[in-house]
């Protein structure tokens, strides 16, 4: 079972970090953990701005890691055990970085004493604000999807036989019939839809990921083809070979081709013999 997806949205990841300085911030400067209180012999308000450099410089690690972790979403699905492992990298990194530094200052002390009681606190620097964020996270985004399914003029906007569009924040924007969609085109943030009105090419920009509308079409004949397409099925006129792999031919004029990667190649091919299979019936 994979995570939830607003997790790694952008905006999420900004104010993960964001929420995980600062509360590393007070924590450091409340508690004095990390031996942090014989880091320098100086006033409070100095240590104050030394260990805001030291915290933002640890916090790298988490920085990194979130960027990492967006990428990498991308293309693979991340598993609750997997985004478990993921942390205690992240807890596992800055205990050393806190150590690392610790020893620098005061080279008398032990190693392992001073890493158990880095992982020791790093773990409340870190899980405290995750769990925190993550029931956050969790009720604004039933907050969003709740306001849409409570607002009747987007209700309505539905038609018969439809397939709904809705933007990163869940918010119906297009509603268009299933036998109209061509294709689903990633252009960064953002998705083209291409779809066909009488027979004329038309095309929509819609705020979402690619991988978002996977999930939502997935019961659908719409399916991915290549990482930066998702194709409908139902409009595939042809799927032919050529020397650098193979294409799929749309029945709609004036259309481009679109190339199938082959970690899709038989997914879609599979999808599409069953569904012509289905129609000769």
């Not at 790694?8 to 964001?18: A, D, E, P």
Request: hydrophobic share 45%; aromatic share 16%; proline share 2%.
């Amino acid at each position: 079972m994979q995570i939830p997806e607003y997790i790694n949205k952008k905006k999420n990841i900004v104010r993960l970090v964001g929420f995980t300085a600062l509360f590393a911030l007070v924590f450091i400067n409340i508690y004095k953990p990390f031996s942090s209180s014989g880091w320098y012999k100086v006033s409070e308000f100095m240590f104050f701005v030394y260990s805001s450099i030291i915290i933002l410089t640890g916090v790298l690690v988490v920085v990194i890691s979130r960027l990492i972790m967006y990428f990498y979403s991308k293309r693979h699905k991340i598993s609750y055990l997997k985004y478990g492992i993921w942390v205690f990298i992240e807890i596992f990194l800055m205990s050393c970085f806190y150590t690392f530094y610790t020893l620098l200052l005061n080279t008398d002390r032990d190693i392992m004493e001073i890493f158990e009681g880095s992982l020791k606190n790093t773990t409340l620097v870190l899980l405290l604000p995750y769990i925190v964020l993550w029931f956050y996270f969790g009720w604004r985004d039933s907050i969003e999807k709740l306001a849409v399914i409570e607002n009747p003029d987007e209700l309505t906007f539905m038609l018969p036989g439809s397939i709904a569009f809705t933007d990163e924040k869940g918010v119906l924007r297009l509603s268009l019939s299933g036998s109209d969609l061509l294709y689903i085109e990633s252009s960064d943030n953002y998705v083209w839809v291409h779809y066909t009105v009488n027979e004329k090419l038309k095309r929509y920009l819609l705020r979402n990921t690619l991988k978002n509308l996977e999930q939502e079409l997935e019961n659908t004949m719409v399916t991915r083809c290549h990482r930066s397409f998702l194709v409908n099925l139902e409009r595939v006129k042809v799927i032919r070979r050529d020397k650098d792999g193979l294409y799929i031919e749309l029945d709609a004029p004036n259309s481009n081709d679109l190339p199938v990667s082959k970690s899709y190649q038989r997914k879609v091919s599979e999808k599409f013999l069953a569904h012509s299979f289905k129609d000769q019936k």
